[in-house]
């Protein structure tokens, strides 16, 4: 596998917006939007020597949901391995 290119904040904010979409998509893919009061996705992104990636993610839902926060990190399993995919347009 190719190496990181050197990359700057645009790219860093394009990566992040990445992981952030696709996992509201996943979250909403799996979760009645009625059932689900909030989402919270925070994700600090930083590149030095390489890329460290910090998610986190709240769900907020109704009362009578079924759902439990398992959800959580299945969304972030599928957000990092489809990052995985994308980062291929930076490499070197």
Same mark, same amino acid.
């Given at each position: 596998?190719?190496?990181?290119? #050197?990359?700057?904040?645009? &790219?860093? @904010?394009e =990566?992040? @917006?990445f992981?952030s979409s696709? *996992?509201?998509d996943?979250?909403? #893919?799996?979760v #009645?939007?009625? &059932? !689900?009061?909030d989402?919270d996705? $925070?994700?600090?992104i930083s590149?030095?020597? &390489? !890329? ?5 993610? *709240?769900?907020?839902f @109704?009362?009578?949901?079924?759902? $439990? $926060? &398992?959800? =959580? $990190?299945?969304?972030? @399993? =599928?957000? %990092?391995? *489809? %990052?995985?995919?994308?980062l ?5």
């Open positions: 596998m190719k190496k990181l290119k #050197s990359l700057n904040q645009e &790219e860093l @904010d =990566i992040s @917006d992981l696709t *996992a509201i996943y979250i909403l #893919s799996k #009645s939007s009625k &059932e !689900l009061l989402i996705v $925070n994700i600090e590149y030095k020597t &390489e !890329l460290d990636v910090d998610m986190s993610i *709240a769900l907020d @109704d009362e009578f949901s079924s759902c $439990n $926060n &398992e959800l =959580i $990190n299945q969304t972030i @399993d =599928i957000s %990092l391995s *489809a %990052l995985d995919s994308f291929d347009s930076y490499r070197e």
